[in-house]
């Protein structure tokens, strides 16, 4: 029986923790529970704002994830500096979020700080803000987790 301490953990961090994260958080659990490696990791999202701490995701992030079989269940959170102790990876989405991030991460943590789209093995690393957009980038957004989660799963040998 595996603990905490002995899976992967990777928190997925965008601005709001409504539209991107929590469709990466969702993407990403629902491959590897495909893959059956379910027990190998923790995994989680968070925003770097507080605004829409309690919230469920946006409707379109819920509408594109049920779309394609995904299921979705969280409510939005801040990253805290806690994380970069709890966590392994925090993998974020645009500039912007890993800027955030840098600034705030303790001198002593170990955790790997990186655009998720790193992983993407068709190279897009900025997976964009899609709040103020039609749902069509939010299908975007999904295409790149999708890709991103696999490319991620292949670099740490699953
Ligand atoms: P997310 O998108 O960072 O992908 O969750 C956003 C959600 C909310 C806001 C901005 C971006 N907002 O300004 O409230």
Do not use: W
Request: net charge negative.
């Amino acid at each position: 029986m595996s603990t905490t301490s002995d899976r992967i953990s990777v928190l997925f961090v965008c601005l709001g923790n409504i539209c991107r994260s929590p469709m990466a958080e969702a993407v990403f659990r629902h491959t590897v529970k495909q893959k059956g490696l379910s027990a190998e990791f923790h995994i989680d999202s968070a925003g770097t704002a507080g605004y829409h701490v309690g919230d469920y995701p946006d409707s379109r992030t819920i509408q594109v994830c049920k779309a394609h079989g995904v299921s979705i269940n969280h409510r939005g959170q801040q990253v805290s500096v806690s994380d970069f102790a709890k966590y392994d990876y925090l993998l974020c989405m645009d500039d912007s979020n890993l800027s955030n991030l840098m600034s705030i991460k303790p001198a002593s943590s170990k955790a790997k700080v990186q655009l998720f789209g790193e992983y993407d093995p068709e190279g897009e690393r900025i997976i964009e803000d899609p709040y103020y957009g039609g749902v069509d980038g939010f299908e975007h957004n999904f295409r790149q987790v999708t890709r991103a989660s696999l490319g991620f799963l292949q670099h740490l040998g699953k």
